[in-house]
């Protein structure tokens, strides 16, 4: 390799936190992380979704700067102020969304951001890129256009563009979502051989079976703090258990689901880039509570957002209450009673810049004159924020609320008679007493009929309140468990891609 | 902080603005060896110096309010209805015609003048519609297609001027015939300002007001303005409501275009929009897309472009001096604001 | 005889494009780092007076020259900070200074009106001006017009083919991905903001010097051509080469209008001295429509050979935009 970064760095480098510490705003992201990873290894962070990994290796990679700690690259104390700095340093950071530029060839991406002449010359260039890129047995062409690679060539050529640069430590943030099993397969590959060569590969994950797969060694967070280390072999139960904490007794479960079936789904294909999901049958019976267990980013919310409207089938046919809306919008589906709850808040969930007794006045069906009686929809407003326990005036901005305040906002603005309520998330960032409330308010529309389809990375949430399950895997889609037979430690193994087969019956390869 | 406190803090920012504007025009002038405060009495003077000025301030701010009016309830729905200029053009070119169609016929002059108002008014709608549609079907944004629909309805206009509806043997820049005075909208004794056209000026601000205010449909138009996506989430069909706002721009921007056909000049000019869609759009800034403040604020732009007729009679100075007043202060309270949020925080 | 009038003619297309071709650029640039410059049509008026003043004042036309670029970046670094410190709505601050320096040009320009200045006259390349129809065509010509030929290709160079050019498409593209890469996103997004806008602010001068010599005040027939530029920097797809191929079908267009006149007396001189605008932005429309949602709902219904064609010819046609053209970058 004639890059002249590769030259005057040194190859190994051992990567120390001393007492991290990160807040945003109220959320105490980091709590006094301290951790040491020795070069020449695959050490693997593990961890639920929030559980601060993104944090800590943002602050390694210079993204963020810690609110107190120190980081030792080889025992030296280094402050690294931006993800130049960090290149500089030798950290190389592949972000989970690539962080490249689609419009440009892969050459051209190689290039940006290398220091050297005005006018680079892509004739040396591609020469060091063909050698690199053969070391991995990777195969891009470097003519190609980014647009045109799967997550996993894109993640690829991040990497050798790391390296390029002088990678020696390198930090993957969930690298395996999203991509082939083959890729994955020469992603692990390329891995070994890099800390065999004395790199140090930190890898960021939530699936077991990645890490176990290939890490040494394992940190596990929960909630911002470092739960344990553990060296290979690893026991599966034993990660679960730390990743999700001690199994609570489950309280009672009261199934009301009704044999009427609201929605069925037949042969259903859905894509949305990079993933697709074939061939679903399902049925959803009234009053039913489904679960949808997986990663984030396994297809459950294409499947959620698919049974709406808000992503049409390629073929399959949606049914509701024996109407077909395989290819109807949205706005039929909602004519129809079902009504959708998305993750993010703000921006497709309520309308910021509006008051709460304006989202009730939208929201609402009755009292559709020409002009508002506000009386009525503050009074409304006031009562739902009672009823709700909504802290906020009808009067305040949507966007002023805190994060459980705004969900049990959105939840307060469904219609009466609902036949099916979709959710995504619906507990994310609430407390214990907030997310028992709303699973209360939305038992008690299932008394009513109403059936509810949930997607929450909360295994907990899944087993408590819903009555079946179905479990998502890149794509994949388990056919519906019992939730009542399903164990925690089933379902944590089964998202992170583990007994498909001994479970499911399944021929299909994962 | 409290809430009295803020709004004094950003009302004094707002000042700010008003004064940075007028030291850099003083400059201006300075530069061209002129005296600002003279300036600034002559405009006074020229707007209010007497009944006939006033009058013809009253002229100037009924189009302008009814334009900004309309282009509330694009702003409403986040578009940049620049487009609005054409609107008002069309709206004169439709009312225009109409009117030569019932020039000849019995009808009487006060059917003719509703039914030749109402063709603006749709006409001007139409326009708007077209900005709508290359928006909302054609992917084309909405600055440029507006731009591009303000040059074809001044072509359409000038066209009609010099070929179809040119004057008999001189067709010029001073417009087409003019129409016969009992086709005039009637004015107050010899001022230049019609009763009617005021009338239309205040219910069209009322009901704009009401409009985004206290209805329903005002309410979504400021959801999708706001957050489309969750507006859409909600039960709103967007695009429709998209349409609708630039509609209800083009009817108010054809009745303004009417009404500079009927009650100020009586006759198709070339320059009939007088730069009054843009203006207006000034305004609307000014005034934070907020109905309250804008009778005052428009009064003052009209009063500024009178007065400003002063400047070169008395001084020799270019009467575009207000132009640059006028976005000078929406540019240095824009600034003041954008000082304000980023040393003070949002709000 | 015929083919030497049209020859005249096409080279005129050449040297009435030329401001156009530098203006475009400029934009181009401007907007490949992702801030829209809405300023335009104020700017090349009030440059246009501006230069052709200090043009006359200094006789010379190298002052007129540069007046015109400072002015031109002086308006962009208004543009800059609004937008990029105080993220304020960049178009709300570009239309303003559209509007203002407009009123500002005619006002300035007053006293000036109808002078007599300096024009550009035009330096004959040896040896080339002798080439057949070529000589005629592209080297009789000013030296502002070879400028603005050599800008096209240098432009061109310098985003596609320079390690900093390749930063100013990461930049427009992407920030946050330049931003790890090491850029400094927001002094950078100042350069080119400030740099492309003194080239729209040479465009000015040209005309008054050059293309249209003389200040006219409203009469002078520039107001229109800024929004027309902004118009062609999306039909040029961002890339100054297909960016001055609408320069000059602009200016062609224009001429067209003047040389059909006599031929065509039922529609009106001003209307075809008009009609190159809407055509413009009419093409827009056809630039466009790959991207809209029904249109993208009706490829896919396609059968899959029609549809690959149909794909290809949209893409062909289309433009698209930097992906993070309008919206300010912030470092979390």
Known sequence: MSSPFLKIKREKMNVEFKNINKHFGPVHANVDINLSIKSGSIFGILGENGAGKSTLMKVLSGFIQPDSGEILLDDKVVTIDSPADAINYGIGMLHQDPLDFPPMRLIENFIVGQKGGLVPSYKSTMKDFEELQKKFGFSLDPEAYVDTLTVGERQQLEILRLLWMGANALILDEPTTGISSLQKEKLFAALKILAEQGKTIIFVSHKLEDVEALCSRVAILRKGILVGEVPAPFDSDELVEMMFGKVITLGERNNLSQEKVVLELKDLYVEQYPLRIENVNFQLRAGEVIGLAGMEGSGQDILLRACVGLIRPISGKVIVKEKDLSHKNYLEYMENGVSFLPASRLEEGLVPGLTLAEHFTIAGDEKKGLFIDKDYFKEKAEKMIDEYHIIGRPDLNVESLSGGNQQRAALSLLKNSLSIILLEHPTRGLDIESAIYMWGKLKERCQQGTSIFFISGDLEEILQYSDRILVFFSGHVSPPMDASTTTLDQLGQLIGGKGWKQVFDTKEKL | MNKSRTRSISLLFQLGGLVFSLLFVSIILILVKSQPLEAFRLIWEGATGNATRISSVLVVWVPLLLVTCGLLSTFTTGMWNIGIEGQITVGAIFTTGVMRLFLETSLSPVLVITISILAGMIGGAIWAGLAGVLKTFGGVNEIFGGLGLNFIATALNIGLIFGAWSRPGVASMSGTEPFPEQFWLPTFQNFRVSIWSIAFAIIGLVIIYFMLQGTHFGLRLKAVGKGMKSAFRMGIPTWQHMMLSFIICGLFAGLAGAIQVTAVYHRLIPSISSGYGFMGLMIAMLINYQAIWLAPIALFFAALNIGGIQLPIVLKLDSSLTGVLQGSLVLFVMISQGVKQKFLGRK | ?332
Request: glycine letters at 12%; one cysteine or more.
């Open chain 3, 1 to 332: 005889m015929g083919n030497d009038i049209i020859l005249f003619g096409l080279a005129g297309v050449i040297a009435s494009g030329a401001p156009i071709v530098i203006a475009v650029i400029g934009e181009t640039l401007t907007e490949r780092a992702g801030v829209i410059n809405l300023s335009l049509n104020g700017v090349i008026l009030l440059s246009a007076m501006i230069g052709f003043w200090v043009a006359v004042e200094t006789d010379s036309l190298f002052f007129g020259f540069l007046a015109g670029m400072v002015v031109g970046a002086l308006v962009a670094t208004i543009v800059a900070f609004s937008s990029i410190t105080l993220k304020q709505s960049q178009v709300a601050v570009g239309f303003i200074l559209a509007i203002t320096c407009r009123d500002l040009a005619y006002f300035l320009g007053n006293p000036i009106m109808g002078s007599q200045g300096p024009i550009m006259l035009s330096t004959s390349i040896p040896f080339l001006k002798d080439i057949p129809i070529l000589g005629r065509l592209l080297f009789q010509q000013s030296l502002m017009t070879y400028i603005s030929i050599i800008m096209i290709g240098v432009a061109w160079f310098w985003i596609f083919k320079t390690r900093p050019g390749l930063m100013l498409q990461g930049i427009g593209e992407k920030p946050a991905a330049a931003y790890v890469r090491g850029a400094n996103v927001q002094k950078m997004r100042y350069f080119y903001t400030i740099v492309g806008g003194a080239l729209v602010g040479l465009a000015g001068p040209l005309y008054t010097l050059s293309v249209k010599p003389g200040w006219k005040g409203t009469i002078t027939g520039l107001d229109g051509i800024g929004w027309i530029v902004l118009a062609i920097t999306i039909f040029g797809g961002w890339n100054p080469i297909r960016a001055a191929f609408g320069a000059y079908l602009f200016a062609f267009l224009q001429w067209l209008g003047l040389v059909l006149q006599p031929y065509m007396t039922s529609i009106p001189s001003q209307v075809l001295q008009v009609a190159p605008f809407p055509l413009m932005i009419l093409a827009l429309l056809f630039v466009n429509m790959g991207n809209t949602e029904w249109m993208e709902r009706l490829i896919a219904s396609l059968p899959d050979k029609v549809r690959l064609r149909a794909v290809k010819i949209l893409r062909s046609m289309q433009s698209r935009q930097p992906g993070a053209l309008g919206t300010p970058f912030e470092r979390q």
